[in-house]
């Protein structure tokens, strides 16, 4: 019997160290990603069938997430190309009062992030330099009373959830080992965008109590002319290019979210 009696305390003894490499929490999450193509996985060379045009993949980190933690419900509903209009048009729907963990990246499309990129590429640095500058007015000017848009409606439908706002990283390195492709002007310019939305984006976020995670620490070392790129530069679809390739996700994006849910 007393074999039996330590047996059975060691088998309960495994059993709950074992129920610690999920944590409950975790676990019992009901999971929304909300989002750009920043949290659909648009990037990554690699993606859902039935997700169309949004590009969802699974290594994207709201995907990785599920996968290692095991939610009791996963909602992925970030799409390439959203804007915060989109957000409330077509992703918000997800949410319920029995969500726990909302994810979600917002804000650079509305900023005009493709055109900026259009216009560094094939402008001159002057016009680069003024085009990100528009942006960067429209980001401190207009984008709050967007974002606090976007964020009231996720309070309200998803009252008890844990919210995490991911900012964006820095592009480039500056100087770089990039031999060719655009100025460092060019590239310090897009930089100082990032730069930007992270100063807006942590704001509003602050204001509703969110759990903002600033990405740009992370991607340091590794942007664009860095020795390890986390991030494609011009690429083939043209859409994969400056969104994070696999290890941006992995080793970029994950860790943050992360950081907040365990």
């Excluded at 003024?130 to 984008?143: C, F």
């Excluded at 480039?172 to 100063?199: E, F, M």
Aim: overall charge positive.
């Amino acid at each position: 019997m007393r074999l039996v009696r330590t047996l059975s305390s060691a088998a309960l003894a495994i059993a709950a160290a074992l129920a610690l490499v999920v944590p409950a929490e975790a676990a019992a999450a009901n999971y929304v990603a909300l989002g750009d193509s920043y949290s659909s996985g648009t990037g990554t060379g690699s993606y859902y069938s039935d997700s169309g045009s949004c590009k969802r993949s699974q290594y994207s980190y709201p995907a990785l997430w599920a996968a290692s933690h095991a939610p009791a419900s996963f909602k992925f509903v970030a799409c390439s190309g959203a804007k915060t209009g989109d957000v409330l048009a077509n992703q918000v729907g997800a949410l319920s009062t029995s969500t726990s963990l909302v994810s979600i990246s917002i804000g650079g499309n509305d900023a005009g992030f493709t055109d900026v990129i259009s216009t560094c590429t094939f402008g001159s640095d002057s016009t680069c330099v003024n085009r990100v500058n528009q942006a960067k007015a429209y980001a401190t000017g207009t984008l709050p009373g967007l974002l606090d848009n976007v964020y009231a409606q996720i309070r309200t439908r998803a009252p008890s959830a844990t919210v995490v706002v991911l900012g964006y990283p820095r592009l480039y390195k500056v100087p770089g080992s990039c031999s060719v492709g655009l100025s460092d002007t060019k590239r310090a310019a897009i930089n100082s965008a990032a730069d930007t939305l992270h100063q807006v984006i942590s704001a509003r976020a602050g204001a509703r109590s969110f759990a903002y995670r600033d990405v740009r620490t992370a991607f340091t070392g590794h942007e664009i002319c860095s020795s390890d790129w986390w991030l494609n530069s011009l690429s083939w679809p043209v859409e994969e290019s400056y969104h994070p390739n696999r290890n941006g996700q992995r080793l970029g994006y994950l860790p943050q979210l992360t950081a907040v849910t365990g």
